[in-house]
């Protein structure tokens, strides 16, 4: 059973460049396994640093770990990402959202309002050549999102687009299958 390779080389903290090496441990230390993309992303220290630094500043700031959620899998299913939506599947169940959350979230919907008009916005920001409609930024301040709130949701539609351009640039195979291949070559 051969599995995909990625373009780039998936790194871990053996092969990675040294600059990378702390930041794949720090990782390690936290998860206990490397994903795919922050092996690619250890390729470059400086990618990885920025990566790490803007997602960990995101995860600490003003929107509930489930809004960041939806966003990743709004993102996701918009840009075609199989490996967004597939780790996403998990990560959206550990923040609290049920299937039916998870399969709304990925049409830019919610049941929740003030969740559904802020996925709205993001969506036309993402659709629009120009900036987006002002009512729809004007509905997400009225629907008591503040201004801290949709920058920091604009910059997870940005964090979840670059991750989802990483994997697309690297071909880059879902988590475990290199795993599963040796373990199947091995039996």
């Known amino acids: 059973m051969k599995t995909k390779e990625s373009r780039f ?14 930041v794949l441990k720090g990782a390690l230390a936290g998860g206990g396994q490397l994903s795919n993309i922050v092996g ?70 919610s049941r929740d309002q003030r969740e559904a008009v802020l996925l709205r916005f993001l969506h036309a920001l993402l659709e629009a050549e120009g900036p987006p409609p002002l009512h729809l930024h004007e509905e997400a301040r009225e629907a008591g999102w503040s201004d801290e709130q949709i920058l920091e949701a604009v910059a997870n539609v940005a964090l979840a687009s670059f991750g989802n351009l990483i994997t697309r640039a690297g071909d880059v195979p879902l988590d475990g299958s290199a795993e599963e291949a040796r373990l199947a070559q091995a039996a």
Do not use: K
């Open 40 to 109: 690619v992303l250890a390729g470059s220290p400086a990618v990885l640093r920025a990566y790490a630094r803007f997602r960990s500043e995101l995860r600490h700031g003003a929107l509930p770990a489930a809004t960041q959620q939806r966003i990743a899998l709004a993102v996701a299913e918009h840009q075609e990402s199989d490996y967004a939506l597939a780790t996403l599947q998990r990560t959206a169940r550990d923040a609290g959202l049920g299937l039916d959350e998870i399969a709304l979230a990925r049409e830019f919907d």
């Open 9 to 22: 080389q998936v790194h871990d903290e053996l092969t990675a460049p040294e600059r990378s090496v702390p």
